[in-house]
């Protein structure tokens, strides 16, 4: 079942589903059933490091463990940039309403590479305020955490010609451009400068081609 989202705008909160988006649902899906020769599904296995033992579906797992060697269970971890210093965590976006006070223009949301579509669905219908506002191209941002963490992504809320209205889920693009400090020169001879004491045997007697 969708989870629900509440939002802030204009002191009005209203309440809306996100219903995620995948290619699926665009391009429809493909599935492949494997059997053996007696017609029987076949299943996903993995085989252990030594070669022999066959381990189910569901037979592993990701621990944490300490340096030294020690089961730590996932809530006594913490979070710590380079420097080795704690790092303030996020909420959940779902713990409290968003708030939708932030616009921006197109330039900078396509300056974001998008990762994650879900389509809103009102409990109650939105806000007239706020369908006025997205049908004449308004974008809004804000940062979006699914289960809370260190950080949150960048996330956007627009709507189409249809009134459906959409939220992003993203990542900014990091482009660094690289080019030379200086002009290259070529080895040898500077090419640029035309000397009398060139060596004639060098240059290319265009009659011979």
């Not at 076949?42 to 033992?53: E, I, P, R, S």
């Not at 308004?138 to 289960?147: D, T």
């Not at 809320?157 to 992003?168: A, Q, T």
Request: hydrophobic fraction near 35%; include cysteine; proline fraction near 5%.
């Amino acid at each position: 079942m969708p989870r629900t989202l509440s939002f802030s705008l204009d002191n009005t909160v209203f309440d809306a589903s996100i219903i995620k988006v995948d290619r699926s649902h665009l391009y429809g899906s493909v599935s492949i059933d494997t059997t053996d020769m007696e017609g029987l599904r076949c299943t996903v296995a993995t085989l252990a490091a030594d070669g022999k033992t066959l381990i189910p579906k569901g037979g592993t797992a990701l621990g944490y463990v300490n340096p030294q060697g020690e089961w730590v269970n996932r809530d006594e971890l913490q979070p710590v940039n380079l420097d080795g210093e704690p790092v303030e965590e996020v909420e959940s976006s779902f713990d409290a309403p968003i708030l939708l006070d932030k616009k921006c223009d197109p330039e900078t949301y396509l300056n974001h590479s998008v990762r994650l579509v879900y389509r809103l669905e009102p409990e109650a219908g939105f806000p007239d305020s706020l369908m006025d506002t997205l049908r004449v191209g308004s974008i809004f941002q804000f940062g979006f955490s699914y289960r809370g963490g260190v950080g949150y992504d960048p996330a956007f809320v627009l709507s189409d010609e249809d009134d459906n209205v959409w939220m992003m889920i993203t990542r900014e693009n990091r482009i660094e451009s690289v080019g030379l400090t200086q002009a290259a020169v070529c080895k040898g001879e500077n090419l640029d400068e035309d000397t009398d004491d060139a060596d004639p045997a060098d240059s290319i007697d265009f009659s011979m081609l």
